[in-house]
Structures are given as C-alpha cells and as structure tokens.
Antibody, heavy 119, light 110 residues
Framework: EVQLVESGGGLVQPGGSLRLSCAASGFTFSSYWMSWVRQAPGKGLEWVAN????????YYVDSVKGRFTISRDNAKNSLYLQMNSLRAEDTAVYYC????????????WGQGTMVTVSS | QSALTQPASVSGSPGQSITISCTGT?????????VSWYQQHPGKAPKLMIY???NRPSGVSNRFSGSKSGNTASLTISGLQAEDEADYYCSSYTSSSTLVFGTGTKVTVL
C-alpha cells in the first residue's frame, strides 16, 4: 500500500525547534519530488517547501525561509522538516505529500501531524 | 505570494452542476498549465481531484472536470451528490518555482 506517515509534532514554545519526519512506503521514494503542506486550525492549505528527488533543489514559502529546512534520506525512505525559531503563526497540521510528476500536484498525502507553538 | 482567490461558498441541489472559480495572475494560473484541485472532508487529508488544469487521476469520478481561461481556472462538479459536500482548494505553480493554494471554497449540497 502506498503510504506516507508523519511524526514529530507536538507542543513547543515560541522560539523553539521541532523536527518533523515523514516515512514513505509502497513506492520508489527516490523517484519523486516531495513537499510539506500545512493547515492552521480552521484555515486553508499553505504550501511550505519541496525538495527534488536527489535533494539538489529545495524551495520554500517566504514566511519560513531561513527558519525551516527540508531534507530527505532516500536510503531510509524518509522526508524531514527541521523547524527553528518557531512562531505562534506556525501552529498547524503539517502534511507531507508526494508530487506525482514534478508539477506540484500531490497525489499521495499523509494523515498529518499537529504542531502547536504556544507558551 | 498571495493566495489565489476562490468564492467562500458555493451550493447546489443534488443532480445540479456547480462551478468553482480560482483567480490568480499571469505569474501563476495564467502562466502555467499546472493548476490542481483538491477535495478535503473535515478532519481528513486533501485528495487530488484534478491536475494539470483538466486531468483526472485514476479513480476520480468523471463528474469532476477542470478548465482554465486566462488567469482564472475553474472546477465543475456535475450531477452533484451528497458526498461532494466538502472544502475545495485550487493550487498553481508559480514563476518563483513555488506553489500557491487558493483561499478555499465550501461546497454545500442543499
């Protein structure tokens, strides 16, 4: 079964750090661009970052540039999001998603992991 | 990058057709044929319904169709069913090699 499973969410204080993980199974992980997408409570979807198959290209939404880092380990079929200098506005469910063909259309999504930034 | 503009809500009776618009700029919707549409039920992850403006993934009902004219993309749901009640989001590739989502539309089946 093709599947993405996120982990690592939780409660963190403003200014703190958190590392999210996404475990992929059922497909050749190394063949796909991957993205992180977040959704604040009661709000819409926001694309956060993506990474090329070999990790050589990475792109970020302006609001997280310099604070978040996307990475992957193809040997472990895993995607990561290192989040530093967290702010209240980063509070959201974070989804990892598979890009079906490199055009930022996401055909497989994880169940999401909740990140809450609060003192 | 500002979010693409969608109507906050659209409603229709069972069997009717509805259309959701998604308006951007020449730097996103108008500049590329990389518009996607997602359906999201409460508490669930989004589901891809349309990609590359008008293509349906395997398993998605042919009642869902997409199109684009200039800076505005559209999703049409024909033969509206109760299970179609959900939030819908468009998205587009941008000139900055990033992605922008729409503001989201709540579809209500009357």
């Amino acid at each position: 079964e093709v599947q993405l499973v996120e982990s690592g969410g939780g409660l963190v204080q403003p200014g703190g750090s958190l590392r999210l993980s996404c475990a992929a199974s059922g497909f050749t992980f190394s063949s796909y661009w991957m993205s992180w997408v977040r959704q604040a409570p009661g709000k819409g979807l926001e694309w956060v970052a993506n990474i090329k198959q070999d990790g050589s290209e990475k792109y970020y939404v302006d609001s997280v540039k310099g604070r978040f880092t996307i990475s992957r380990d193809n040997a472990k079929n895993s995607l990561y999001l290192q989040m530093n200098s967290l702010r209240a506005e980063d509070t959201a469910v974070y989804y990892c998603a598979r890009d079906r063909a490199g055009t930022l259309a996401f055909d497989i999504w994880g169940q999401g992991t909740m990140v809450t930034v609060s003192s | 990058q500002s979010a693409l503009t969608q109507p906050a809500s659209v409603s229709g009776s069972p069997g009717q057709s509805i259309t959701i618009s998604c308006t951007g700029t020449s730097s996103d919707v108008g500049g590329y044929n990389y518009v996607s549409w997602y359906q999201q039920h409460p508490g669930k992850a989004p589901k891809l319904m349309i990609y590359d403006v008008s293509n349906r993934p395997s398993g998605v009902s042919n009642r869902f169709s997409g199109s684009k004219s200039g800076n505005t993309a559209s999703l049409t749901i024909s033969g509206l069913q109760a299970e179609d009640e959900a939030d819908y989001y468009c998205s587009s590739y941008t000139s900055s090699s990033t992605l922008v989502f729409g503001t989201g539309t709540k579809v209500t089946v009357l």
